[in-house]
């Protein structure tokens, strides 16, 4: 081999070399409402399919060990630290992460909101899974299909301050006099996405109403809670569970009767969805009502003018096919 060859070569190797740290990997965070929650691993997932597909991006998965907006602000004070280029948070809270995420904004670092949103002025946009009337909708007539005479239900909610479940929550409420007149809704508490809490709250409901035909949990956490209590406390066929539940971790409440239906979209489309929008705004594109952005495979989305949108639909699961998507997530 003669020198000039050589030389070549090296220059090569180190033009390689000098290139590799150069790629401005993107460094994308997924900060959840807790850890430990299998609808945020599922998001998780499909956040890293997102990487994959688009290339060179690094998902930093975190989110506190309790879902309370105090443990999430210590996360994104840490965030900023690091310089991340972009976070995308379901929040605990609407407003308590305004200030930290409004640094994050001024350091130049990309803040979106998706599932549980933050107050307009602490993000760029905000992806809901789905359209909040239709949500706040679909969980009461879950219910009410199987509640042909009408009856008393009580909702179990994630955390008091939790947007995403307020918000379905209130859209509920408001259709309930005209479109579901005979479902008697007599109480709302709160199991902070805990397993423990979520159960005795489920316990409370039980024991404080005894003519409760059924238990709505808009959380993938509550609704376990809630229908193993009712399968501890030998009430199937007496208080239907519904909600929204992970297929995977719920078929076993369709299979045994606790449940009769219940629905979500798709978890891992939507942290799919999550590093697409992350992505185009880092690369530069402007999240202002009207404008469109792509979420890949899933679509693509366009900002009404609060800079949100809604992802997709909720499906029904029962008996027909929790199994088929309880294999997926
Ligand atoms: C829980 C969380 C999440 C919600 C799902 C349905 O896992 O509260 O925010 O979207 O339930």
Do not use: C
């Amino acid at each position: 081999m003669n020198v000039f060859k050589t030389l070549l070569m090296t220059t090569a190797v180190a033009a390689t070399m000098l290139a590799a740290p150069a790629m401005a990997q993107e460094r994308i965070a997924l900060v959840v409402k807790s850890l430990g929650n299998g609808f945020f691993d599922a998001a998780a997932k499909g956040a890293e399919e997102a990487a994959k597909e688009i290339g060179d991006i690094e998902v930093i998965y975190t989110g506190p060990t309790s879902a309370t907006a105090e443990g999430q602000i210590e996360i994104v004070n840490s965030l900023i630290a690091q310089n991340v280029d972009a976070i995308a948070i379901s929040a605990n809270d609407p407003d308590a992460l305004v200030p930290a995420l409004k640094k994050a904004m001024s350091r130049g670092i990309k803040v979106i909101s998706w599932d549980s949103g933050v107050a307009p002025e602490g993000r760029m946009m905000h992806l809901n899974p789905s359209d909040t009337d239709l949500i706040g909708e679909t969980i009461i007539k879950l219910a009410a299909d199987y509640l042909p005479e009408g009856g008393d239900v009580a909702i179990l909610s994630a955390s008091s301050t939790a947007t995403n479940q307020n918000a379905w929550i209130d859209a509920a409420k408001e259709m309930l006099p005209e479109k579901f007149p005979n479902i008697n809704l007599v109480a709302t508490v709160y199991g902070d996405d805990d397993s423990v809490k979520s159960t005795n709250e489920a316990k409370g409901l039980i024991a404080t109403y005894p003519d409760l035909k059924a238990i709505i949990a808009p959380t993938t956490v509550g609704v376990v809670a809630a229908a193993q209590v009712v399968t501890d406390e030998d009430l199937i066929g007496k208080v239907n569970v519904t909600g929204l539940a992970l297929p995977s971790e719920f078929k076993q409440f369709i299979d045994n009767g606790a449940s009769q239906a219940v629905a979500l979209w798709n978890p891992i489309d939507l942290g799919y969805s999550a590093v697409y929008l992350s992505h185009e705004l880092i690369e530069g594109k402007e999240a202002e009502p009207g404008a469109t952005f792509s979420i890949g495979k899933v679509g693509e989305i366009t900002l009404d003018d609060t800079n949100s949108a809604p992802m997709a639909a909720p499906f029904t699961f029962d008996k027909s096919n929790i199994e088929e998507f309880s294999k997926i997530y």
